[in-house]
């Protein structure tokens, strides 16, 4: 069975692929699979803009289709920059600004507890669904360790590991990450049938 991923990113292909390598014959980006489209993320919740990017390119493709959605909950801002991580200095993917600002929104705080949310779908040719969720917990550091992963992955403190996230190997962070977490529970529902 063939599985598309609703993105082009290639750190969350890789992520994705060696996790649900063994349920689906053929996991494609959407870029492989020679889909060019655009959801409009307008969701207020992780688990709504995730069900819709599934939903649209399950229909556009015909296959099943997985998405998620994901990023970075601060508690000391409110839950902020949530659904809009992505675009929390104003331009999208722009990573380098967006720690900038989170560092200055915190300066001072010493409150800086957080985690990743990742909400994930997986929509069928016929309409179903599975969703799960994950949520991976730390700390903002108070400078950038680490040259692995991506987005706010050198802030982002694991104290339990003693490290960030971009100092974990992928083998790590695939064990422990809100996607990874997002994907083991949607593997557990797959496993029972849903």
């Known amino acids: 069975m063939k599985l598309i991923i609703a993105s082009n990113n290639a750190h969350k292909l890789v992520e994705i692929k060696a996790i649900l390598g063994d349920y689906f014959g053929e996991i494609l980006s959407l870029r492989e699979a020679g889909i060019e489209h655009e959801t409009v993320e307008d969701g207020e919740t992780f688990l709504a803009n995730a069900e819709k990017k599934a939903r649209e390119i399950a229909e556009l493709s015909g296959c099943c289709a997985l998405a998620d959605d994901s990023g970075l ?7 902020a920059p949530g659904i809009y991580s992505a675009r929390f200095a104003g331009e999208h993917g722009n990573d380098a600004a967006n720690r900038r600002l989170l560092l200055e929104r915190l ?3 010493t409150d800086r507890g957080a985690h990743f949310t990742c909400a994930i779908a997986l929509v069928r040719p016929d309409g179903s669904e599975v969703t799960a ?3 991976f917990y730390g700390e903002i550091g108070t400078e950038e360790r680490g040259s692995n992963g991506f987005g706010y992955d050198s802030l982002f403190y694991v104290p339990e590991l ?9 083998e790590q ?4 990450s809100h996607r990874a977490l997002a994907l083991k529970e949607l593997v557990e529902k797959l496993d029972r049938g849903e």
């Open 73 to 79: 909950c601060v508690d000391a801002l409110g839950g």
């Open 107 to 109: 300066q001072g705080v």
């Open 133 to 135: 969720e994950g949520k």
């Open 162 to 170: 003693g490290m960030t996230n971009a100092e974990m190997t992928s």
């Open 173 to 176: 962070k695939n064990a422990v």
